[in-house]
T-cell receptor, first 111, second 112 residues
Framework: DAKTTQPNSMESNEEEPVHLPCNHSTISGTDYIHWYRQLPSQGPEYVIHGLTSNVNNRMASLAIAEDRKSSTLILHRATLRDAAVYYCILREQTGANNLFFGTGTRLTVIP | NAGVTQTPKFQVLKTGQSMTLQCAQDMNHNSMYWYRQDPGMGLRLIYYSASEGTTDKGEVPNGYNVSRLNKREFSLRLESAAPSQTSVYFC???????????FGQGTRLTVV
């Protein structure tokens, strides 16, 4: 399984942008980059995913490096409800097509 | 739209007992997954089903069996529960390999 590296924790002030980094130097050409988040006592929730180009949706933006070895999840204005563990995942297009969850980044939002 | 529904939400078992965790999705998804999450850790894949009628082992399949009963339902069975299987279990589904996965709310299992 392709692996990702994320900081264990980050803090952000409420209503400020948050940039959550992820390194995935062993990414293969067909791996999609997925981001999920997990709020306390809940199942993971899909945030965004992409392959090569930057992506935007109502929740966040995903910026993917040109060499695809790193990516950044951008929350444009952090709210208290965004406090969660954020997982950066490479989803393989072969085999189990598993979402391999590492330990993620715990985001704390400060009021 | 209920999404992915897991039952039960909580369960306590004695060592050696058996039980089945149920999972159903109403989104007509092809793929379904079972994960476990231990305290402070990410999720690990137990078994998956790429399509109706097929199942395959994931990272940590020992001690578990699964059944893809139909397109909607994917159950996880513990034949002889052990304390090491104390965990939170999540079921997930996705339409295909390229789309997002949807997760249930989890089953918190304690084996004493």
């Amino acid at each position: 399984d392709a692996k990702t590296t994320q900081p264990n924790s980050m803090e952000s002030n409420e209503e400020e942008p948050v940039h959550l980094p992820c390194n995935h130097s062993t990414i293969s050409g067909t791996d999609y980059i997925h981001w999920y988040r997990q709020l306390p006592s809940q199942g993971p929730e899909y945030v965004i995913h992409g392959l090569t180009s930057n992506v935007n949706n109502r929740m966040a933006s995903l910026a993917i490096a040109e060499d695809r070895k790193s990516s950044t999840l951008i929350l444009h204005r952090a709210t208290l409800r965004d406090a969660a563990v954020y997982y950066c995942i490479l989803r393989e297009q072969t085999g189990a097509n598993n979402l391999f969850f590492g330990t993620g980044t715990r985001l704390t939002v400060i009021p | 739209n209920a999404g992915v529904t897991q039952t039960p939400k909580f369960q306590v078992l004695k060592t050696g007992q058996s039980m089945t965790l149920q999972c159903a999705q109403d989104m007509n998804h092809n793929s379904m997954y079972w994960y476990r999450q231990d305290p402070g850790m990410g999720l690990r894949l137990i078994y998956y089903s790429a399509s109706e009628g097929t199942t395959d082992k994931g990272e940590v399949p020992n001690g578990y069996n699964v059944s893809r009963l139909n397109k909607r339902e994917f159950s996880l069975r513990l034949e002889s529960a052990a304390p090491s299987q104390t965990s939170v279990y999540f079921c997930a589904s996705s339409l295909n390999r390229d789309t997002e996965a949807f997760f249930g709310q989890g089953t918190r299992l304690t084996v004493v």
